[in-house]
């Protein structure tokens, strides 16, 4: 009979899930022995970039991704990263060795004690399997949980199952598939009341951009002639962001919101949370006379928004379905033309962080993405990036620093066909400085562009609109990105000057990462 470790693997084979994201310790060993040779094992330095590649990865590939982590130690360290999984939706399946099975209960060393409790709540599905038979059919449980529910799962397998011989391999053949199909009556319902809105506006959220619908938003806005808005702390952009019915990434505060929507008797949310609020701003969840429909295929994100309507379904179809039964429309505003990017703002003393994404704007191809966790230039990246494919843009899902650096790594994996930009902080970068490890150890060929404002800019921002503007612990002075990167293996350049900037931006990484450190002027994110 075949042991429970074979099955596993090609299990993983034949789903293609033969890219693993890891950091292994001694429980993990036995299920590593014997990895047919297509797969390959991607070693992270720390688990929150081992985690934040996978992330990377997955959201690069649309597809779920295995990661391996060493029982609770490892697991914890994870668990900032698996924030932003959670947010982004991705389907990661986190294994963890576990100890042999009779020494758990005395707790012996790296045992992982109610392993199952461990990642809650931020797993939407965590087991280890009652009994080493059960191993292969937990694992495909594991995977398929996380594409159902996308959201990342958790199984701890105790170390001592992998050899044990199994009866069944019958998940070998499973499958497992998935369909939000709205019922027709609510689907006309939809079309009906979008039809007969008298100013309609439009809300796209990040799933739009991972479900593949960027382009089918852009035809369904030009046909309706709506004004389109991103939801609130956008982790991915679902609409070019130059485009003429853009109006920009809505505020994350209540009353902001409904300000700026203000005038709208329907707002139809595809694919997002509503919403995800940061700062708060008291205020009206909508505007005066405005309704809210929001359609999206997580049923937890319908059942606790605090208002509207919700539709529980793929917007695939709601799309679809405008596009196909609502005659066109006059657009709001007769442009038609993409906006042109203002002049670049300039400071005294280093760059502008405005001048910095233009020179990223004018150099990099149409088709980079770019990876960004710089917290305290949202406002400067919008004003300056033109961003007209899928797939451009990648921030932390849940704010949670340390995604940057490693979720480049991840995403030039799983896609080589694209340039990857990971922008990021001199705050934000030291959450997952050991990426650079990964990245000049497998030769993946990503430019990580470091804004060197010596301090957290954001905090000191929220410090003022919090009324707390002296606080200690915002300043980060000295930090050497250039020695940091040769410490790890790549290669690496500090600029000050625009046109050093440019001649840098316009060499691409090909053959290995490289890193440019560009010391930068603090600015606000609004
Ligand atoms: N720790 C983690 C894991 N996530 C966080 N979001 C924070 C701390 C708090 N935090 C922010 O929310 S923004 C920020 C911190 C520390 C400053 C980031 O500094 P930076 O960017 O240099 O990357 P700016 O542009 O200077 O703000
Ligand atoms: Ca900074």
Redesign the pocket.
């Known amino acids: 009979m075949p042991t429970a470790r074979r099955i596993a693997h090609e299990f993983l084979e034949r789903r293609g899930l033969t890219t693993v994201f890891g950091n292994p310790g001694s429980n993990e060993l036995p299920f590593l022995a014997e990895l047919p040779d297509s797969f390959r094992y991607v070693l992270g330095l720390h688990e929150g970039v081992v985690v934040g590649m996978a992330d990377g990865y997955a959201q690069a590939t649309g597809r779920p991704v295995l990661v391996n982590l060493h029982a609770a130690a490892g697991s914890g360290n994870a668990m ?1 990263a698996l924030t932003n999984a959670v947010y982004a939706r991705s389907p990661l399946v986190l294994t963890a060795g576990q100890q042999v099975r009779s020494a758990i209960g005395v707790e012996a060393m790296l045992a992982n004690v109610e392993a199952t409790q461990l990642m809650r709540p931020l797993v939407g599905w965590a087991g280890e399997p009652a009994c080493a038979d059960d191993v292969p059919r937990s694992l495909a449980q594991a995977v398929f949980e996380a594409e159902l529910q996308r959201r990342p799962t958790y199984l701890s397998v105790p170390y001592d199952d992998w050899a044990a011989e199994v009866e069944h391999a019958d998940v070998l053949d499973r499958t497992v598939r998935r369909g939000l199909v709205p019922d027709p009556d609510q689907l006309d319902a939809l079309v009906r009341e979008v039809g007969a809105a008298r100013r309609p506006a439009l809300v796209l959220g990040g799933d739009i951009d991972t479900d593949g619908l960027f382009d089918r938003a852009v035809a369904c806005a030009e046909h309706l002639g709506l004004p389109v808005w991103v939801a609130p702390s956008p982790h991915r952009l679902p609409f070019p962001n130059r485009h003429p019915l853009f109006r920009g990434v809505l505020p994350a505060g209540i009353g902001a919101v409904s300000a700026e929507l203000a005038g709208h008797d329907l707002v139809l949310v595809l694919g997002a949370p509503v919403f995800r609020y940061h700062q708060h701003v008291p205020g009206p969840y909508l505007p005066d006379g405005a309704r809210l429909i929001q359609v999206t295929d997580d049923a937890g994100a319908a059942a606790r928004a605090p208002m509207g309507e919700a539709l529980v379904a793929a917007p695939g179809p709601v799309i679809d379905a405008l596009l196909d039964r609502l005659p066109p429309r006059q657009q709001e505003h007769q442009a038609r033309e993409f906006t042109e990017p203002p002049q670049p703002a300039e400071a005294a003393g280093a760059l502008h ?1 405005e001048q910095v994404f233009a020179a990223l704007r004018d150099t990099r191809p149409a088709d980079t993405r770019y990876v960004v ?5 949202n406002a400067a990246w919008w004003r300056q990036m033109d961003l007209r494919h899928p797939g451009s843009y990648f921030f ?1 899902a849940s ?4 995604f940057g650096l490693p979720a480049a790594v991840g995403m030039a994996m799983g896609d080589p066909d694209r340039p990857v930009v990971a922008v ?6 030291n ?1 997952g400085i050991t990426a650079l490890w990964t990245a000049a150890h497998y030769k993946v060929p990503v430019t990580f562009l470091i ?3 010596g ?8 410090g003022r609109l919090l009324g707390t503007p002296d606080v200690p612990g ?1 300043e ?1 002075p000295g930090l050497d990105f250039t020695a940091l990167a040769a410490g790890y293996g790549v290669p690496a350049t500090a600029v000050t000057e625009l046109d050093e900037l440019r001649a840098e931006l316009k060499t691409p990484a090909t053959d290995g990462p490289r890193l440019v450190q560009v010391d930068t002027h ?2 606000t ?1 609004e």
């Open positions: 900032g962080p966790e710089s917290t305290s230039t932390p704010g949670g620093l340390g990021v902080g001199d705050g934000s970068a959450y804004l060197r404002n301090t957290y800019g954001a905090l000191r921002w929220f915002t980060i603090l600015t994110p």
